[in-house]
């Protein structure tokens, strides 16, 4: 991924919302994403790409319609800013659209706009651990520390073998030294 790549998805073409067909891919508005993304830690489409989805559905008066919008980020993309890790918004947005010459849409407001929901999703990323100096570092050390108890207990004595000076003890006592023997007459 070369800097100044703004697409955050690992898959592009991998992002989906069940019952919708993609429409366009829209390119970020700001040449500065990265001095901005430090100033608001939001991801939206002024920074990165976005892709516009199409859903059609008929709507009446007090219905609703939910959609899941499913893919993979990239880490990728946060690390050409120059963080490991990072904890910023991703920002979805949906609005109604219509064709205005058919239907008219009724709002309490006085403009008679759809409305535009935003949806922040907060999104952290993070460094995947990597254990394998911590590992070595305590197979090492656990080394170092038997070896040196195991020195310990040899300057100690505790691995002579008693045997010889049992050995030494009997044969200075000689057999039948330390007791009266009966002796043949």
């Known amino acids: 991924m070369k800097l100044g790549d703004k697409n955050i998805w690992a898959d592009p073409n991998g992002i989906?919302?069940?019952?919708?067909?993609r429409d366009k891919d829209e390119e970020p508005t700001a040449t500065?994403?990265?001095?901005k993304l430090q100033k608001n830690h939001a991801v939206d489409c002024s920074v990165a790409n976005c892709g516009v989805f199409m859903c059609k559905s008929f709507?009446?008066?007090?219905?609703?319609n939910s959609y899941n919008i499913t893919g993979n980020l990239s880490s990728r993309w946060i690390e050409q800013i120059g963080l490991e890790s990072a904890q910023f918004n991703l920002v979805s947005s949906a609005?109604?659209?219509?064709?205005?010459?058919?239907?008219i849409y009724h709002s309490s407001d006085s403009k008679n706009n759809p409305p535009i929901q935003k949806i922040e999703t907060q999104v952290e990323v993070y460094p995947e651990v990597d254990f394998t100096k911590g590992v070595i570092g305590g197979v090492v050390g656990g080394l170092v520390?038997?070896?040196?108890?195991?020195?310990?207990?040899?300057k100690a004595g505790f691995f002579k073998s008693q045997y010889k000076q049992m050995m030494q003890n009997t044969s200075e006592d000689g057999p039948g030294n330390g007791g009266e023997a009966a002796s043949p007459e």
Do not use: E, H, P
């Open 95 to 103: 609005t109604v659209d219509y064709d205005r010459n058919k239907y």
């Open 16 to 21: 989906q919302i069940q019952g919708c067909q």
């Open 32 to 35: 500065d994403f990265v001095g």
């Open 59 to 64: 709507i009446r008066n007090l219905d609703r």
């Open 145 to 154: 520390l038997l070896a040196l108890i195991t020195a310990g207990l040899y």
